[in-house]
């Protein structure tokens, strides 16, 4: 990783701090509080230990020291568990955010972003990167302010016993920091190697999970378990190299603070021994002021020390962070100052000139269409699988980017705010997503509002019924749609979409899971709810083309037809599908 976009990532880390600025500026206060009351004990403790030794004072009179010293143990031992408390409490706020921007961010750029990318991926985005957050906010950040304080403090209680010993601290504390970048520099990189190979390795292991079925009836499991062991070997490697150069850092560590401690010492030593006479502002070195100095020495560079210790969470802040920018980054479909809207009681007329949809990567998915869709039409989109049909679904739906000119009710349909415009849109796919919960939660599912009666209706016309009425509205789906079959999470799908009284309707391929009965049953439903809807519906059925009102035949990408089924019957591509249909039938 480059260290332009090291520089920026943390920077964008540190812009993340804000909702939780109160709760870190008090974990800095606690801390810097801690850091007085550290030197308090110091002099108690220098004091106790001069007045024993060199001065030979009773015990006894020494009590308010040893009570001081009691109280100052007490204070930051509950000092630092409210830290602790505090930072969990800061890391917390700031996964839940970071994890509710991502899922904003899934829910705008839609199907056809995220299916460029393994479930696994998504599912490391949003548990194992976002997690390795936590003590960049719980524990970095406060201790990055703390080892600039805290030094300080030490250094304003020690210059005026000993400018020598404050000058070999103040001297020796840059050595620590720098090479604590050094080192996290490359640091980052190894964390960020880490993280791309646990994205990989999860979507992976993810995919081979739900293909385990396929896998094994083609004799496939073995094969697929050795790409598992290759990609975890691959996660082992990553993972060794970054608990390397955590080890490495923390060695630079205390060697450099061991050299900086052994310098003061040698220099009190020297000094006792009457060698040096030099930092004690012309008075006699006493053992109060070396006691005092020696003391503090450690607990100078302990929050360095910490700060290197924690410097390991930065680098694995960053490398989880920088697949987490570029996907929160990545380009919108829509403008945030493009918020025109609908007529919420008026019916949709949509126009496509020289429309040519793209790919979110930017690459052409169809040639230039023209079409026009009339209110209260009801028309068939046909042609062979990969025609372009779904990618002009998606184009409506708002998920994908295109060039000229795509108008609803006069509208250029980028220029429509997205959740307002697909409000108006009621969708049935080929395989309908219904979440854990009971059947009615899936049916008003997009906050729909209806009452039970209406519910009675829906449920009627997508002739559902013959199995709600035995299970029960409370029933409870599982994850998956688990407890239902195939057939009856499409029906369940259709009566939703009867319930959103949608003012455009786009069917895609609705009856594909039903069987010959049912099937008919639906699509009598739909044909109804049809004529008060703008429809849009890709189909193969031939009984569904003959009673619409227009029918698109799309090949290669482009619309190479357009007109009623019986202009179209006997010419063109649209009369090869129809003889093809005829044969896969007989």
């Keep these: 990783m480059e260290k332009t976009r090291q520089r920026y990532l943390f920077k964008w880390l540190r812009a993340q701090q804000q909702p939780v600025k109160k709760l870190l500026n008090l974990n800095i206060l606690l801390a810097s509080t801690s850091s007085v009351i550290l030197v308090l004990q110091t002099w108690l403790l ?62 705008q750029v839609g199907p056809a972003v995220i299916n460029n990318k393994p479930a696994g991926s998504w599912a490391t985005l949003m548990l194992e990167q976002v997690e390795n957050l936590h003590n960049f906010y719980s524990r970095y950040l406060p201790q990055q302010m703390l080892s600039v304080i805290a030094p300080v403090v030490i250094l304003i209680a020690v210059f005026p016993i000993n400018w ?38 999860s979507a992976q292991f993810l995919d081979r999970l739900k293909g385990l079925e396929t896998l094994r009836l083609f004799d496939r499991a073995e094969q697929q378990t050795n790409h598992i062991e290759i990609g975890t070997e691959a996660y082992r490697k990553t993972t060794m190299d970054v608990l390397k150069m955590a080890f490495l850092s923390s060695a630079v560590l205390e060697f450099f603070t061991s050299i900086s401690i052994a310098i003061m010492a040698v220099y009190f030593g020297f000094s006792y021994l009457g060698q040096i006479n030099f930092g004690t502002y012309d008075t006699s070195l006493t053992l109060f002021a070396g006691f005092f100095c020696l003391i503090l020495a450690p607990e100078f560079y302990q929050p360095l020390r910490d700060l290197g210790t924690y410097y390991h969470d930065r680098a694995a802040a960053i490398g989880a962070a920088d697949s987490i920018v570029e996907f929160l980054e990545q380009k919108e479909l829509h403008s945030a100052t493009q918020t025109r809207q609908l007529n919420e009681t008026t019916a949709l007329e949509i126009k496509a000139e020289n429309l040519v949809i793209n790919s979110p990567q930017g690459q052409a998915l169809t040639k230039p269409l023209n079409f026009s869709l009339s209110p209260l039409s009801h028309t068939a989109l046909v042609g062979q699988s990969g025609a372009g049909k779904t990618s002009l679904m998606n184009a409506l739906l708002g998920f994908l980017p295109y060039e000229g000119s795509l108008t609803v009710n006069g509208i250029e349909l980028n220029r429509l705010e997205p959740t307002q415009w697909r409000k108006h849109i009621a969708w049935v796919g080929q395989n309908p997503l219904l979440l854990q919960g009971s059947i009615k939660e899936n049916l008003l599912l997009g906050e729909i509002q209806a009452s039970e009666e209406e519910i009675a209706q829906a449920l009627k016309q997508a002739k559902a019924t013959e199995f709600t009425d035995k299970l029960g509205l409370d029933y409870e789906i599982k994850d998956g749609g688990t407890g239902i079959s195939v057939g009856q999470a499409q029906r369940l799908a259709i009566a939703r ?30 044909n109804q709810i049809s004529q008060t809807q ?48 005829n044969t896969d039938v007989a």
């Design 497 to 526: 979409a009867l319930l959103r009284q949608g003012s455009l309707l786009l069917l895609d391929e609705p009856t594909a899971s039903l069987d010959a009965q049912s099937e008919n049953q639906v699509l009598q439903a739909l």
């Design 164 to 201: 020598a010993a404050g000058f070999i601290l103040m001297a020796t504390a840059p050595l620590v920091p720098v090479f604590m970048i050094i080192v996290g520099l490359a640091a980052a990189d190894s964390s960020q190697k880490n993280m791309t190979t646990l994205a990989r390795l």
């Design 46 to 107: 220098a004091t106790l230990l001069n007045d024993l030794v060199m001065l030979d004072t009773k015990p006894r009179e020494l009590l308010p020291h040893f009570f001081g010293l009691a109280i100052g143990f007490t204070l930051r031992a509950l000092i630092l568990w409210l830290r602790e408390r505090i930072g969990f409490k800061c890391g917390q706020q700031l996964r839940n955010i970071i994890r509710r921007r991502i899922l904003e961010k899934i829910h």
């Design 534 to 581: 703008t429809t849009l519906m890709i189909t193969h059925r031939i009984e569904d083309l003959k009673q619409c009102d227009q029918i698109l035949v799309m090949q290669s990408g482009e619309i190479v037809q357009q007109g009623i089924f019986e202009q179209l019957q006997n010419e063109g591509y649209f009369a090869e599908l129809l003889a093809q249909r």
